[in-house]
């Protein structure tokens, strides 16, 4: 006679019918796995008493099993070291309403935290627009990272989230409101607006936007204006991983142009511009300009600008600049831009001069898109990643995004940025349109204009009492890009553009 032992159940073989021992060891595996499932219940449950009473005390337990159950995972490297923050009395608190698109913003942003540590303020994080043209909702933490921008500005300014409550409306308490003057210095700040927080407590800026000067601002806070803007305003993680993605699939395709074609609706509207536009878009565009009060200039002569240099160039003339500048059919072209006016009718020609057009629609799917819709800022982002990234970027227009983009160029080694001559570029366009001037000439013309047009190091242009006029400091900010005597070597007087 055969004893076997299954599951601690003693079987005797020999005397039982073969159907009796198949029902006996399907007895046995039901056992087991009821077994099994309540002592995984027990575990569940143990745990789910032992997080709710004290959330540490299985912690060990549930990291082995996460050891045992899975592959170990790759380190992740720790963040750096917070910075000290720094110890000073606070004069009061900064709150600032930004105004504009992304990086309008973006630049205002930076000139206030510099204002904040001038004037050892507390700045309240930054609110964004939300009533421009593209009535984009987003808040400051839907589009930069706004625990690093705290953080890694910490040995600089206090920076919070919001006001104290004591300071809020419902406690009595009336903010001062007020747009400071535009380009002003430290020394505006120092006598003019450092009495008033004195005073209130809590200023509100409600205008932000080239509030702080191109020049003669110390160095130290130059720089802590390009810390601002190079280190500090970080984007989301969801909006970097999609712009590097973008990224990531450009550059598998080989080098790539990221042509920033200023031809939106706002811009024309805003502007004036309608070469090539018809007579039905021209007066769309108009009703457009009358219907946004703060766009002050409304009866504008189109040609007249264009003349001047102050249009974005169109999708044709684009493309006869590519074409002139060498730029091979089949170069792959980033369309860094929203909805282009007149759509797939007005960017024909530039697809068919350059086949390889594509947007950040064509590469990503809606699905991937579909939590950017309606948020342009967001989506400008993206621009912005693909643009700074590109192997060489071309703006149509010298909007914030085209200054910004170039800043960021420049610092990052300073990278192949072609900025456009467009009041000369009109003149060649229209003697070749004409036919005064041959292809041949008109390539040769362009080509030169443009050669010391790249990017390269150069000192900024300054225009006394003109700063509109002078270069832009976050276009340019050489105070950054150099360190010492290297900076003469590297900006040489050859290089400098400054005006009396």
């Known amino acids: 006679m055969e004893v076997r032992s299954e599951g601690g159940i003693q ?27 309540f002592l995984w219940t027990c575990l569940v449950q143990l745990v789910a008493v032992g997080e709710l009473w004290h959330p540490h005390l299985l912690s060990n337990i549930t990291n082995r099993i996460s050891a045992i159950t899975q592959d170990p995972l790759p380190a992740v490297p720790s963040p750096p070291p917070l910075l000290p923050a720094r110890n000073y009395t606070s ?40 009533t421009s043209f593209w009535a984009d909702p987003s808040n400051f933490e839907d589009i930069f990272d706004v625990r ?8 600089e300014v ?24 535009s380009w002003s210095n430290e020394k505006y700040y120092l006598e003019q607006i450092l009495p008033l927080i004195s005073k209130h407590k809590v200023l509100h800026f409600n205008r932000t936007d080239a509030r702080v000067a191109n020049n003669w601002i110390p160095l130290d806070l130059q720089k802590l204006r390009c810390r601002v803007n190079f280190q500090a305003l970080k984007f989301t993680p969801q909006i970097e991983t999609l712009g590097y ?5 450009l550059q598998e395709k080989g080098p790539f142009v990221a042509l920033h074609l200023r031809y939106e609706m706002d811009m024309l509207a805003f502007s004036g511009c309608t070469h090539g536009c018809t007579e039905e878009e021209a007066a769309e565009l108009k009703r457009l300009r009358y219907a946004y009060p703060w766009w002050r200039e409304k009866e504008i002569v189109s040609e007249e600008k264009r003349s001047h240099g102050l249009c ?36 024909a020609p530039l697809r068919a001069a350059f086949p390889r057009i594509v947007k950040k ?33 071309v703006p149509t227009y010298d909007g914030n995004m085209a200054k910004l983009v170039e800043g960021h160029r420049r610092y990052l080694g300073f990278k192949k940025s072609i900025l456009l001559d467009r009041k000369r570029l009109v003149e060649l366009l229209d003697m070749h349109l004409n036919g005064t001037l041959s292809w041949n000439e008109f390539s040769v013309a362009v080509r030169s204009t443009h050669e010391k047009r790249m990017g390269q190091p150069t000192r900024r242009r300054v225009i ?23 900076c003469d070597n590297l900006l040489s007087p050859s290089n400098s553009s400054e005006v009396g």
């Open 361 to 393: 629609e064509s590469l990503l799917s809606s699905e991937e898109l579909q939590q950017f819709q309606n948020h342009s800022s967001q989506m400008a982002a993206l621009d912005f990643i693909v643009s700074v990234a590109s192997n060489t970027f």
């Open 158 to 181: 206090r920076i919070v989230r919001r006001l104290p409550k004591m300071f809020s409306r419902k406690y009595g308490h009336k903010p001062f409101e007020m747009p400071p003057v």
């Open 148 to 155: 690093h921008f705290i953080d890694s500005l910490r040995d």
């Open 11 to 37: 079987v005797r073989c020999d005397k039982l019918p073969a159907p009796v021992i198949a029902r006996t060891r399907l007895q046995v595996w039901f056992i087991r796995v009821c077994s099994s499932l």
């Open 91 to 130: 004069n009061g608190f900064l709150r600032v309403s930004c105004n504009g698109g992304l990086n309008q913003m973006r630049a205002a942003i930076c000139d206030m935290v510099t204002v904040a540590r001038l004037l050892n303020l507390t700045l309240v994080v930054p609110e964004l627009d939300k």
């Open 245 to 249: 993605k973008l990224v990531r699939i």
């Open 312 to 347: 974005p160039l169109t999708p044709e003339e684009s493309a006869l600049l590519l074409q002139a500048l060498d730029f091979h059919k089949n170069t792959q072209i980033y369309i860094a831009a929203g909805e282009i006016y007149g759509s797939e009718r007005r960017l």
């Open 464 to 486: 006394a009492d003109k700063p509109k006029e002078e270069d832009y400091f976050y276009a340019n900010p050489q105070e950054c890009l150099c360190e010492g005597t290297n």
